[in-house]
């Protein structure tokens, strides 16, 4: 027979919302959030030619510019304050968490609790301003050079003075973002640092629907590519949903512990395994990686005599890197399945995890304690991380195949689908906790009035 509780959590709604105050404000105080971030995007540098930039962008499409534009919402492109959005302190994180994982000294710190987050989330700070200020000097230095020699020239007063100015702005923007993701977390819904990624892809697709009914209205794109398109984005969109949420949960038991009243029943749980244990980083890696070489090759062009051999290299690499090639996707395939192996085995570890089930008793159904039960653990998720690679290939991979087939400028890439549809079911799995919390609350009220009544 079902539990109150469990009645509360089947009959779980929006009905409530109304009621819910806190919910309230902490929704309103995301979307206040949010709308700081979008006006932060249209704030330009100081120094720099808002429409030479422009143009000069467009000249450079294709690279790995797109990828860090798409994350930051446009701010890239536009060259604003926040340009590099924050995707410094993403790499930081990244960074960290591989280090704590390989390395003994930030192992044993990440294993101290509370105050070895701390830490953790202190050098990866530390790690975010000193990225953003390499990256923020090299994009100044990069925007003087490759302006000049384009014959136009995207800053206006070129010099020590504006790479210096844009790094101090560059670093101050990003670092305000992840002030403002810290408010959104403890004071909003939702983790604050995901939201503004999300938030910023979201930006464009007003603009990306606007073009392709456009381009369906003159006739450019066919009606049945328009119904293709958005079948497509709808499927995966339910795949996704579906696989983000799969698990293999691993019956856990643990032996009957005497009490006073006698011997009590053996408890049981389960160790879940998710089927895409990486999440989202291989494609981030991957993509990173295979575009660097194209943003390279199409900045060191600019200044290679068009009747040399460098160049006729230069030129052959672009093509056959560029998105929707053969090469482009058999390399972008094989590098998020590698990703996703390598990163499931640092984030994973079975022998920890063993060790973990053995000190508090626990253990596996017919499977020994210790290097037995580590085997097994490696053993169970070697093959669903086969079935998770496989998954995050064919979400990453179609999407570039469609917009080779169709020439569809598709905004929504795999990686970008991925962070929006993880986010989006985060942020709704913590507003309906909060709506269960309320109506607990609601319950323990009356339970404890029923009481005094008696």
């Not at 800053?155 to 003075?161: A, E, Q, Y």
Request: net charge positive.
């Amino acid at each position: 027979m079902a539990s109150r509780a469990d009645n509360i959590a089947s009959n779980l709604n929006l009905a409530n919302f109304s009621k819910a105050t806190e919910l309230k404000q902490r929704i309103w105080f995301t979307i206040g959030a949010l709308i700081v971030f979008r006006f932060l995007s249209f704030v330009p540098l100081p120094g720099v030619n808002p429409l030479i930039l422009s143009t000069l962008y467009d000249q450079t499409r294709g690279g790995i510019l797109d990828l860090f534009n798409t994350f930051s919402g446009g701010s890239l492109e536009r060259m604003s304050l926040i340009a590099l959005g924050v995707m410094p302190y993403i790499t930081a994180s990244i960074v960290v968490q591989l280090a704590a994982s390989l390395h003994p000294s930030l192992m044993a710190l990440k294993k101290e609790g509370e105050a070895g987050r701390k830490k953790l989330n202190q050098y990866t700070r530390y790690g975010a301003v000193l990225l953003c200020a390499v990256q923020g000097w090299f994009l100044a230095s990069g925007l003087e050079a490759y302006g000049a020699q384009s014959g136009l020239q995207a800053v206006v007063n070129p010099g020590l003075m504006f790479r210096v100015g844009a790094v101090i702005s560059l670093v101050g923007g990003t670092m305000f973002l992840l002030w403002l993701g810290e408010q959104i977390t403890s004071r909003g819904i939702g983790n604050g640092v995901s939201l503004i990624i999300m938030a910023g892809i979201v930006a464009q697709f007003p603009t990306f629907t606007a073009n392709m009914f456009e381009g369906g209205r003159t006739g450019s794109i066919g009606p049945a590519v328009i119904i293709g398109f958005i079948a497509m984005v709808v499927g995966l969109v339910l795949f996704i949903c579906f696989m983000e949420r799969a698990q293999r949960r691993l019956l856990i038991q643990y032996p009957k512990r005497a009490s006073q009243r006698g011997m009590m029943q053996a408890d049981r749980s389960h160790l879940p395994l998710k089927i895409n244990t990486a999440g989202v980083i291989p494609p981030i890696f991957a993509s990173s990686l295979l575009l660097l070489p194209l943003t390279i090759s199409q900045f060191a062009g600019n200044s290679v005599a068009t009747d040399s051999a460098t160049y006729g290299v230069i030129q052959t690499l672009n093509q056959y890197l560029q998105h929707g090639q053969p090469l482009y996707l058999s390399l972008y395939a094989i590098g998020i399945i590698f990703f996703c192996f390598f990163y499931t085995a640092v984030v994973f570890n079975p022998e920890e995890t063993a060790e973990n089930l053995k000190k508090n008793g626990g253990f596996i159904p017919g499977i020994r304690p210790g290097k037995r039960t580590a085997d097994y653990l490696d053993y169970v998720l070697t093959r669903i991380t086969v079935i998770g690679a496989i998954y995050l290939t064919l979400v990453c991979v179609l999407p570039e195949y469609m917009i080779a087939q169709t020439g569809v400028p598709l905004f929504l890439g795999g990686t970008s689908l991925l962070i929006v549809v993880n986010v989006t079911v985060d942020t709704i799995s913590q507003i309906q906790s909060h709506l269960l919390a309320h109506q607990y609350g609601d319950l323990i009220k009356k339970a404890k009035l029923k009481g005094r009544l008696r």
